[in-house]
């Protein structure tokens, strides 16, 4: 635990691990400002494509705490970036308005088209069956397929909803193609973020509640992970996924305590 004082770049997912909702977890405040005190820098790390980075700062300022837009890097960001290598004639975007605004910059339609030669899908909280009949007749031509994120569930405070990686099952089962994911657990993200703030490996630790994508981005990337019992993941699916965070906390609390000392 004393290497946890150590570190000065914390990764920080997000749902189910600073807030359920519109619930901040306790602690989370004291952290974030303690982080500051001792020098350190924070982002917030998350696969949730259905938000902008505008609505994400809307959404913690209104939980109380204060952001900006440097202090995000999310899925739909890295989806950018990777399309930027691309030269893709048109792109079909499965996904909330937000998304399409995060891609704005490509030519994008959400509507099904002779020359669309990529389709995009993120955490779709806006999903019409239409989309998932346009997304069948797109892999069925056989376009590119990218999906933000691959997680089955996103937590909500009365359990859970499915999220991209169930609806990319859904396709799968009906049209026999598999996305290329972009966001945790491949481990771009904290290569982005590490980059983007100059810390080291040894200097950087992500902490979030989910084992498969926070945890093995973690692994992914050679830094140090926390896995908190706060959202998704618990001790079980440390044998379930053979996926070993470095630490198993409750909540960032409990972080926050043993960084303070």
């Known amino acids: 635990m004393e290497e946890l004082k150590k570190k000065r770049l914390f990764l920080l997912d997000m749902d189910g691990t600073l807030y359920l909702d519109d619930d901040l977890f306790d602690g989370v405040n004291e952290f974030l400002s303690y982080i500051k005190k001792v020098g350190g820098k924070y982002l917030f790390l998350t696969n949730n494509s259905s938000k902008s980075v505008n609505k994400y700062v809307e959404k913690m300022n209104s939980l109380g705490v204060e952001t900006t837009a440097d202090d995000f890097l999310t899925s739909s960001q890295a989806t950018a ?14 996904g909330t308005d937000s998304l399409k605004d995060e891609l704005s910059c490509f030519n994008i339609t959400d509507r099904l088209e002779d020359d669309i030669d990529c389709l995009v899908m993120g955490f779709d909280t806006q999903l019409l069956f239409q989309k998932l009949e346009d997304a069948c007749v797109l892999l069925g031509r056989g376009v590119d397929y990218i999906a933000t994120n691959p997680d089955y569930v996103c937590p909500t405070s009365y359990g859970y909803v499915p999220d991209c990686g169930s609806v990319a099952d859904m396709l799968y089962n009906a049209t026999k193609r598999r996305p290329q994911f972009i966001g945790k657990p491949k481990p771009e993200m904290v290569l982005l973020a590490m980059g983007k703030t100059g810390y080291t490996k040894d200097e950087t630790v992500i902490i979030g509640d989910r084992i498969y994508t ?18 998704e993941s618990t001790r079980a699916d440390i044998e379930k996924y053979k996926i070993n965070p470095t630490y198993v906390l409750k909540n960032v609390k409990e972080l926050y305590e043993i960084i303070k000392g």
């Open 81 to 94: 970036i990777y399309l930027s290598k691309k030269q893709y004639k048109k792109i079909y975007v499965f």
């Open 214 to 231: 926070d945890i093995a981005c973690g692994l992914n990337a050679g830094i140090d992970s926390v896995m908190v019992l706060s959202g």
